[in-house]
């Protein structure tokens, strides 16, 4: 796979390069809520208009279906981009018409143009491969070369990231190299010595005590992770929320047999102690995944939330209790993890050495059901060790809850794409890239 800084070795002075980037980031109308996406491609575009390139920058922004709509457009993005860069950035009012084709030509040699939302063209997402290539060759007119740094949308198989690389010649950007050699350590690990027999018949043993004697917490970190596929080191803990366990199974299936611990909270805790006999009143519940909830159980990694934040209503104002794991009442619905959880949580976390968090642990978003996700990420800050915290939700908690980014080790930029890596499964716009 060529690389930018191969791309920018070879020369690009004057030269058009069109540059995949992931700007699909929170809006409240044309306010950008969280910027964090629009940082992490900064390094690719500086380097680019350092070297003398015309970049022409290309991204999608939410879920548009019937062609363009205001609501979804880039122009506020182009906005920030350009006061994040220090220097304007031209905006295309089309994707591939007559605004784009002028903005394209009138860029100056280290100037930068955002072309309008990719998904405002049918072509963008469409699954007719003739239909999707026409609109990736429509595209490939505006660069000489493709660098790819969307890590966000790399599991979309889309004309811009699928297609256009078939086009031109293809580099990923810093950020996707970043992203895959994060991601490679937390998917490189094998089974745990002796974990399936020391932790299936001990599901109250602490975990820390399973892992602690293991003799490679002792290994610096920084050896860990200047390698590219080494083993986490130990002990390897993964943190998962949010609110579904269906959208979770194939990830949780996959990283299961490489770590000493799984903590589950958020919604999806609910269907796994349903699983375990408890009753879970209102909670969110899915019913369809009992049975995988038990197989995944008896893996004795799994550990759930022993005490649960209820309300009446899912509400700010709503009636809240802490009760037992066990005891959640008929008509209450479970919204945050609680206290006696988060401590245990903590220190299981307080031995880990490598971390992955997905997902919040409740409704965040709402105060009274916060306390369980910003502890647990405060805990996630405090480890001494390698933690990525992965996924839009969580990332975005991070910042919403005014935590230091710069306290974890890494925060992905992707949601999906990075769930579907750590799945194992095949990336389109990573497999366009390498081939
Ligand atoms: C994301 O937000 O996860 C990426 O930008 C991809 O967006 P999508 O899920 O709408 O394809
Ligand atoms: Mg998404």
Redesign the pocket.
């Known amino acids: 796979m060529k690389t930018l800084d191969d791309l920018i070795g070879e020369g690009v002075a004057g030269r058009r390069v069109l540059v995949r980037a ?1 700007l ?1 980031v929170p809006l409240d109308a044309v306010t950008i809520t969280d910027d964090g996406r629009i940082r992490a491609v900064l390094p690719t575009l500086t380097a680019l208009r350092d070297a003398g390139a015309r970049v022409v920058v290309m991204s ?1 922004l939410g ?1 548009p279906k019937n062609g363009p709509d205001p609501k979804y457009s880039l122009a506020p993005v182009a906005v920030r981009l350009g006061e994040l860069l220090g220097a304007p950035v031209a905006f295309a009012s089309d994707t591939v018409g007559e605004s784009a084709q002028s903005t394209v030509d009138g860029l100056a040699d280290g100037q930068v143009a955002l072309l309008e939302n990719l998904r405002f063209n049918a072509g963008e997402t469409s699954k007719d491969e003739a239909e999707r290539g026409a609109f990736a060759a429509q595209l490939a007119r505006f660069g000489q070369s493709y660098v790819d740094d969307a890590f ?2 790399v599991h ?1 198989k889309h004309a811009s990231v699928y297609d256009v690389p078939k086009l031109l010649p293809h580099y990923a950007g810093g950020l996707i190299m970043r992203e895959l050699e994060v991601l490679s350590k937390l998917t490189s690990a094998a089974q745990p010595v002796g974990a399936a027999t020391s932790q299936r018949s001990s599901a109250a043993q602490p975990v820390g005590a399973a892992t602690s004697q293991r003799s490679s917490a002792a290994q610096p970190v920084g050896a860990a992770t200047s390698q590219r596929s080494s083993e986490p080191t130990r002990p390897y803990v993964v943190v998962l929320g949010g609110s579904k366990v269906s959208d979770k199974l194939a990830v949780i299936q996959a990283l299961l047999p490489k770590v000493d611990a799984l903590l589950v909270g958020g919604g999806m805790c609910f269907t796994f102690l349903k699983a375990q006999g408890l009753g879970v009143g209102d909670s969110l519940l899915e019913e369809d995944q009992l049975d995988s909830c038990r197989e995944l159980l008896a893996s004795g990694k799994i550990r759930l939330p022993t005490d649960i934040v209820v309300a009446d209503r899912f509400a700010e104002d709503a009636q809240t209790r802490t009760v037992a794991a066990s005891e959640i009442p008929d008509g209450w619905k479970g919204l945050d993890i609680g206290p006696a959880t988060v401590s245990a949580f903590a220190d299981l976390l307080s031995t880990a050495r490598t971390v992955f968090w997905n997902g919040p642990m409740g409704v965040f978003e709402l105060a009274p059901f916060a306390a369980g996700t910003r502890s647990v990420a405060e805990a996630i800050t405090k480890v001494d060790g390698f933690t990525v915290v992965g996924g ?1 939700d969580s990332a975005a908690a991070v910042r919403q809850l005014g935590l230091d980014e710069t306290a974890f080790g890494h925060i992905s930029t ?4 990075s769930l579907e890596y750590l799945e194992g499964k095949t990336l389109p716009g990573v497999q366009a890239l390498e081939s």
Do not use: F, Q, S
């Open positions: 992931d699909n999608h879920r966000g949308a979309r839009g992707g949601g999906g794409a």
